[in-house]
């Protein structure tokens, strides 16, 4: 039987340690184009090694809860934002390390408009929009060298709603 791992909204504070969350919250930081663009600046640290960012579009099949979350993935040279390209919701699943592992995963729901960036070398589940359509920006790390690094669970985690 696998265990059960509850999905919150996502929340700036609880995700900081696995990496950015990149939505409209606070005060715009200036007015630009004659004061009527709001600019929310440098809301991700992209952070890359032995590379450069590069803009790619995914596309995703939508998911539904409860997921059976049976592999978890990280970057080690290069964090990694993914923009959804609509209003809806996403899930999003981060693990701290241990020792090399994802320790227990932690799993969240954006708030529409919301985004997110894993910091380098975070354990993280795959893209997983939860309605379609699931197209999303990615912003990440272009270059050679091994940047994935893949775990997959003896037991799976199954992740349902808070």
Same mark, same amino acid.
């Given at each position: 039987?696998?265990?059960?791992?509850?999905?919150?909204?996502?929340?700036?504070?609880?995700?900081?340690?696995?990496?950015?969350?990149?939505?409209?919250?606070?005060?715009?930081?200036?007015?630009?184009?004659?004061?009527?663009? @709001?600019?929310?600046?440098? =809301?991700?640290?992209?952070?890359?090694?032995?590379?450069?960012? #590069? *803009?790619?579009?995914?596309? !995703? &099949?939508?998911?539904?809860?409860?997921?059976?979350?049976?592999?978890?993935?990280?970057?080690?040279?290069?964090?990694?934002?993914?923009?959804?390209?609509?209003?809806?919701?996403?899930?999003?699943?981060?693990?701290?390390?241990? @020792?090399?592992?994802?320790? =227990?995963?932690?799993?969240?729901?954006?708030?529409?408009?919301? #985004? *997110?960036?894993?910091?380098? !070398? &975070?354990?993280?589940?795959?893209?997983?929009?939860?309605?379609?359509?699931?197209?999303?920006?990615?912003?990440?790390?272009?270059?050679?060298?091994?940047?994935?690094?893949?775990?997959?669970?003896?037991?799976?985690?199954?992740?349902?709603?808070?």
């Amino acid at each position: 039987m696998s265990a059960r791992i509850a999905a919150s909204a996502l929340d700036r504070r609880k995700f900081a340690r696995f990496g950015d969350v990149i939505d409209t919250q606070g005060a715009p930081d200036k007015r630009i184009n004659q004061g009527l663009c @709001a600019r929310y600046h440098d =809301r991700a640290a992209l952070d890359f090694e032995d590379g450069r960012a #590069g *803009i790619s579009l995914f596309d !995703g &099949v939508p998911r539904a809860l409860p997921l059976q979350l049976e592999m978890m993935e990280r970057h080690p040279l290069g964090s990694q934002a993914f923009v959804p390209m609509s209003l809806a919701p996403f899930l999003v699943i981060v693990a701290p390390d241990e @020792a090399g592992r994802p320790g =227990r995963p932690r799993a969240f729901i954006t708030a529409p408009g919301q #985004g *997110i960036n894993y910091r380098r !070398g &975070v354990w993280h589940g795959v893209l997983t929009p939860l309605h379609a359509p699931g197209l999303f920006a990615v912003i990440d790390r272009i270059g050679a060298g091994a940047n994935l690094e893949e775990h997959w669970f003896e037991t799976p985690y199954t992740i349902v709603a808070a």
